[in-house]
């Protein structure tokens, strides 16, 4: 097996490994004046399993666009080189929002995604907490594996909850599922009764309306879980309506992380919101951030996604995936 980290993703791609007890495979990328760039192993991938992980949220130094590129070349070239099997770890997919027609000639741009993976020779493609999961594994022909944070999630939530009674609730009504989902695993960690929220929400044309919140908050801890925080609206407009109907603390929980803008600021230092707990998926934040901000916290994705890499490299039941994350992540460092 070779585990290849793309620049952008090594920092991930090391404590992936380190929690998988496999090594990163060496490889090489140059830039070239004009913005042009090209990848190559350093290493022998003909008849290997490859596994090659990036993810593709922007930074600083590269747009979505920039590192979907970087990585379809890779790999085309693992491909051409003779690779026995390649799956691409893709945590944060881009595009994936965009995967139905709402208005007259949209396009379906989770497809189209898909559609180029699949031109330059993934045989597995694997990401964490997408969008939609059932529409990203029907736009893919090739094996999917979607996974997910809400055990990780759930745990973290059932060791630091307070007395109060707890609340599971949705933004809008697309993560009613993913909400639901972790509403059952923090019932099971909890061993109580957790309530449940929806936070009405309508998007057109760039504007967000709404303002219905179906569910019993009052005097309850609610947390509030998404696939991904991006510039904060979202979280702050339920934030505030859960406020609004008496709720005692409110927590906001996300995947990935993207933060643009002033979003960590609107979140960590407003009135509304106590807590920001994200995974590592995303890297936008300075070292130490979590270190001087108390309300935001990071949960590892590392032992998760390894034990998924391990499964699919071994060919064995991925579904022990989860509960040897959890076991992994509970170990002392």
Same mark, same amino acid.
């Given at each position: 097996?070779?585990?290849?980290?793309?620049?952008?993703?090594?920092?991930?791609?090391?404590?992936?490994?380190?929690?998988?007890?496999?090594?990163?495979?060496?490889?090489?990328?140059?830039?070239?004046?004009?913005?042009?760039?090209?990848?190559?192993?350093?290493?022998?991938?003909?008849?290997?399993?490859?596994?090659?992980?990036?993810?593709?949220?922007?930074?600083?130094?590269?747009?979505?666009?920039?590192?979907?590129?970087?990585?379809?070349?890779?790999?085309?070239?693992?491909?051409?080189?003779?690779?026995?099997?390649?799956?691409?770890?893709?945590?944060?997919?881009?595009?994936?929002?965009?995967?139905?027609?709402?208005?007259?000639?949209?396009?379906?741009?989770?497809?189209?995604?898909?559609?180029?993976?699949?031109?330059?020779?993934?045989?597995?493609?694997?990401?964490?907490?997408?969008?939609?999961?059932?529409?990203?594994?029907?736009?893919?022909?090739?094996?999917?594996?979607?996974?997910?944070?809400?055990?990780?999630?759930?745990?973290?939530?059932?060791?630091?909850?307070?007395?109060?009674?707890?609340?599971?609730? +949705? !933004?809008? $009504?697309? #993560? *009613?599922?993913?909400?639901?989902?972790?509403?059952?695993? %923090? =019932?099971?960690?909890?061993?109580? @009764?957790?309530?449940?929220?929806?936070?009405?929400?309508?998007?057109?044309?760039?504007?967000?309306?709404?303002?219905?919140?179906?569910?019993?908050?009052?005097?309850?801890?609610?947390?509030?879980?998404?696939?991904?925080?991006?510039?904060?609206?979202?979280?702050?407009?339920?934030?505030?309506?859960?406020?609004?109907?008496?709720?005692?603390?409110?927590?906001?929980?996300?995947?990935?992380?993207?933060?643009?803008?002033?979003?960590?600021?609107?979140?960590?230092?407003?009135?509304?919101?106590?807590?920001?707990?994200?995974?590592?998926?995303? +890297? !936008?934040? $300075?070292? #130490? *951030?979590?270190?001087?901000?108390?309300?935001?916290?990071? %949960? =590892?994705?590392?032992?998760?996604? @390894?034990?998924?890499?391990?499964?699919?490299?071994?060919?064995?039941?991925?579904?022990?995936?989860?509960?040897?994350?959890?076991?992994?992540?509970?170990?002392?460092?």
């Amino acid at each position: 097996m070779l585990f290849f980290a793309l620049k952008g993703s090594t920092g991930l791609g090391r404590r992936i490994a380190a929690a998988g007890g496999f090594g990163l495979a060496l490889h090489e990328e140059r830039d070239f004046g004009g913005g042009e760039h090209k990848a190559r192993p350093l290493v022998r991938v003909r008849g290997r399993d490859v596994y090659i992980l990036h993810g593709l949220q922007p930074d600083a130094r590269w747009s979505v666009n920039d590192r979907l590129m970087r990585l379809l070349f890779f790999i085309a070239t693992c491909r051409d080189h003779g690779a026995a099997r390649i799956t691409v770890i893709a945590p944060y997919l881009a595009y994936s929002r965009k995967d139905r027609r709402t208005k007259p000639r949209d396009p379906v741009t989770t497809r189209y995604v898909a559609t180029l993976f699949e031109a330059v020779g993934v045989n597995r493609m694997v990401t964490l907490d997408v969008h939609n999961p059932a529409a990203f594994e029907n736009a893919f022909r090739c094996p999917t594996t979607h996974l997910s944070m809400c055990d990780l999630f759930a745990r973290d939530i059932a060791e630091r909850a307070t007395d109060a009674p707890l609340v599971v609730a +949705s !933004p809008d $009504a697309g #993560g *009613v599922k993913r909400a639901q989902i972790l509403r059952l695993g %923090l =019932e099971a960690r909890a061993g109580r @009764a957790v309530g449940f929220g929806l936070m009405e929400k309508r998007r057109s044309g760039g504007h967000v309306s709404g303002a219905l919140f179906a569910g019993d908050v009052a005097g309850r801890s609610v947390y509030l879980v998404d696939d991904m925080i991006v510039g904060g609206a979202t979280m702050l407009r339920a934030a505030r309506a859960v406020r609004d109907h008496g709720a005692r603390e409110v927590h906001a929980v996300a995947t990935h992380a993207l933060m643009t803008g002033e979003a960590l600021g609107t979140l960590l230092y407003g009135r509304f919101i106590d807590s920001v707990t994200v995974s590592d998926s995303t +890297s !936008p934040f $300075a070292p #130490g *951030v979590a270190a001087r901000a108390p309300r935001f916290r990071v %949960l =590892e994705s590392g032992p998760l996604i @390894a034990a998924a890499v391990r499964a699919l490299h071994d060919e064995s039941d991925m579904g022990a995936v989860h509960r040897a994350a959890l076991r992994r992540t509970a170990e002392p460092a």
